[in-house]
């Protein structure tokens, strides 16, 4: 695997109290199942192997081509596409989507602007009578202020001799957004040891105001879901739209 493939199975690899409730919402639905921010392919590949169709959208080749590769080696339906997320208007698919999931905060990757936009764009792609569902982090379980020190051990994988390693440091908080700063760590077959800091930045928005800035894109509203990660990590909050005739 290349270094973005790598990073991502190590810091999202073993993520999975997200996985039931993609699947719950795929088997109410009969059509594809689109999914933004696929990276290489954590929940996509579950979904295909439960039998569904599934369109993965991503902007990293490299991650787009481990995908590629998983797909092919276990003969999953996945439609491969590559896009920016932050550029709807180029997004094209196959097929018209009768589910539509964001998992990990991938729309908190984006402004309010980016949001309402995207938001607009799926409405316009997707069956109607479809599903939008869209994880924001629940901040009710992190300090609303300042900086929160996370107290879990690193994520951890060996792969050809190689051992990785994610320590989560910090999630500082401002009025703006969040940022995760980590400390990336890789030791060598020979034992060399190479050190990285690591920053992600997820912009702040409450299930509150997404489901105002869909309202306004013509979305409507279809209750939420909650995820529960475990001590010392944020919750997630999944906030559903159906997408309107």
Do not use: C
Request: negative net charge.
């Amino acid at each position: 695997m290349n270094e973005a493939a790598i990073w991502q199975q190590v810091e999202f690899g073993g993520y999975g109290a997200d996985v039931p409730v993609w699947a719950d919402l795929a088997a109410d639905t009969d059509g594809p199942v689109l999914e933004l921010g696929a990276g290489a392919g954590r929940v996509a590949l579950q979904l295909a192997r439960n039998g569904h169709r599934v369109i993965a959208v991503d902007r990293d080749d490299h991650l787009l081509d481990e995908l590629r590769t998983q797909a092919e080696s276990t003969n999953s339906e996945i439609a491969i596409v590559r896009a920016d997320l932050a550029s709807p208007d180029d997004l094209r698919l196959p097929t018209r989507p009768s589910l539509v999931i964001g998992p990990l905060h991938v729309i908190q990757l984006l402004d309010g602007a980016g949001r309402t936009a995207l938001l607009g764009r799926l409405r316009e792609l997707s069956a109607p009578g479809g599903t939008i569902a869209l994880t924001v982090v629940d901040e009710s379980t992190m300090l609303s202020a300042g900086a929160a020190t996370p107290q879990i051990l690193p994520d951890m994988r060996e792969i050809d001799e190689w051992v990785f390693s994610s320590e989560p440091l910090w999630v500082q908080v401002d009025e703006e957004g969040l940022k995760v700063r980590r400390i990336r760590e890789r030791v060598s077959p020979e034992g060399v040891v190479d050190r990285q800091v690591h920053d992600d930045y997820l912009h702040r928005v409450s299930p509150e105001r997404l489901e105002v800035e869909a309202d306004h894109m013509g979305l409507g509203l279809a209750g939420r879901r909650q995820i529960t990660y475990g001590p010392n990590e944020a919750d997630s909050t999944v906030v559903l739209f159906e997408v309107r005739p």
